[in-house]
Every structure is written in C-alpha cells, then in structure tokens.
C-alpha cells in the first residue's frame, strides 16, 4: 500500500459502533464489508446510513437490475474505479445487459443500443457525469419510460456510486483478484 492512501479498517479491530454497522451490513443482502462501505467504516454513522441508501438503491429501486447496473458500470467507468467495476460486471450480466454494452462502456466507446431504456438511461447518466446535469430531451425519454420516481432513482445511483468511487480512491484497495486494475486508462 502507497504510504499516502488510507488503509482499510482492519474487521477485527474495530470499535464498537464500526462493529455494529459490520455487522448489519455482513447480515444483509450484501453478506459482508466490502468496497466503500469498509472505507466508510472510518464514519460509522456515514457508513450505516451509506449502506441502507446503497441496499435500496440496489436492490429496492422501480429500475429493472439490467439498467440499474448499465447506470452502476457507467459511473465506474466515469471514474476509472477499478475496484467497483470488477464487482459490478457479474451483476450486470446477470441482470440482463449484454456483454457487448458492457466491453462498449469499458474501452470507453459508445454503445450500440437495441433497447431505448437501456439508450435513454445512458445518456442520462453520461449526461449527469459530464455536464452535471441533464437536457430536457434527456429527461423526457427517461420520465417517458421509468416516471419521475425512476428519474429520481437514476439520478440517486450515479450520486451514491460516485461517493463510493470518490472514497475508493483514498485507499489502494485491491480487487478481490488479487489485482489493481481491470479497466484500461
């Protein structure tokens, strides 16, 4: 580890507010402390409400896996998270996305989408993450075919997976591999 990151928190020499978030997170659907939650372990009460906020959004959203992860993988690959992208791409498949979108958004290339659910919310997350904001055409397609709710909700992921990018790259954190990077520059 670089000397200048911040190491992750060592699970068993936490205090006892780390532990009970751990915890609640090693019960849930997650089934362990990985990724930005260990790193927000650092702030027990962040990392508490991080991980209720992340659980809902994935597994409780109106959005179907299949876009929710399309909008997941587009913000890890917004920010070259390496460590996010790795654990999101088996999710994504399993929701549905294709491979080939999937190699599209890694060698940063853009996507040749068959379904318009998949086009209108890529473009509002490339849209969210390089303007810092959405057109209004942009957002009539994805009110069009999620609702306001599922604006929202879209809006929601690209935030808290952008946090989670943001706190990873404090640490040197290693991908479950045993490696440090998966996507190319």
Not at 61 to 86: D, G, K
Not at 98 to 105: G, H, L, R, T, Y
Not at 111 to 140: C, H, M, Q
Request: hydrophobic share 40%.
């Amino acid at each position: 580890m670089s000397p200048s990151r911040i190491p992750l928190p060592d699970l068993d020499h936490l205090t006892d507010e780390q532990q009970r978030v751990a915890n609640a997170v090693a019960s849930g659907p997650r089934g362990g402390v990985r990724g930005p939650l260990r790193m927000w372990l650092y702030s027990p009460e962040l990392a508490d409400h991080a991980q209720k906020l992340g659980e809902f959004l994935r597994w409780g959203t109106v959005l179907e896996p299949r876009i929710a992860e399309l909008v997941i993988l587009t913000t890890c690959r917004h920010y070259t998270c390496h460590y996010m992208w790795f654990n999101h791409v088996g999710h994504a498949l399993k929701g549905g996305l294709s491979q080939q979108i999937i190699d599209q958004i890694k060698n940063r290339q853009e996507p040749a989408f068959g379904k318009s659910d998949e086009a209108a919310a890529y473009a509002f997350a490339t849209e969210a993450l390089r303007n810092n904001a959405v057109s209004d055409r942009t957002l009539d397609a994805v009110r069009a075919l999620f609702g306001e709710r599922g604006a929202v909700e879209l809006g929601a992921i690209i935030a808290h997976y952008h946090s989670g990018a943001i706190v990873l790259s404090l640490s040197d954190i290693e991908l479950p591999d045993g490696t440090k990077t998966c996507l190319p520059p």
